[in-house]
């Protein structure tokens, strides 16, 4: 069973930037997808950003979109998010998700939950104004 630990959380004022990590506790292959969410107070859990095992295209959030990067690294079975630009609207838990299977292209795009099968604990982000 894979688990997946977030870091990089924290407090920081608006414009600042974070780098949010995702260790995975086992080999992270480089056909999986990973993933980004983040599910603010009173919210539902939104898609953020993905890389795709395929060929490691990204996808991104309208709100991420040029502020966001995503990045992995297969060595170290480990997912990055670094947050730039940051806006109060940024506050929320920030959860990482893999998908391991490989049929799972089939029936979920990586801008849904569905397509991933594991998810970390979350780390919060608040943005102060």
């Known amino acids: 069973q894979m688990q997946l630990v977030e870091s990089g959380g924290g407090l920081v004022q608006a414009g600042g930037s974070l780098r949010l990590s995702c260790e995975a506790s086992?080999?992270?292959?480089?056909?999986?997808?990973m993933g980004w969410f983040r599910q603010a107070p009173g919210k539902e859990r939104e898609f953020v950003a993905a890389?795709?095992?395929?060929?490691?295209?990204?996808s991104y959030a309208d709100s991420a979109k040029g502020r966001f990067t995503i990045t992995r690294e297969n060595a170290k079975n480990t997912v990055h998010l670094q947050l730039n630009s940051l806006k109060s609207e940024d506050t929320a838990v920030y959860y990482c998700?893999?998908?391991?299977?490989?049929?799972?292209?089939?029936?979920?795009?990586?801008?849904?939950?569905?397509?991933?099968?594991?998810w970390g604990q979350g780390t919060q982000v608040t943005v102060s104004s």
């Open positions: 890389i795709r095992g395929s060929d490691s295209r990204t």
């Open positions: 086992e080999r992270t292959s480089r056909t999986y997808t």
């Open positions: 998700a893999v998908d391991t299977r490989s049929g799972s292209i089939v029936y979920y795009t990586v801008f849904q939950e569905e397509r991933y099968n594991y």
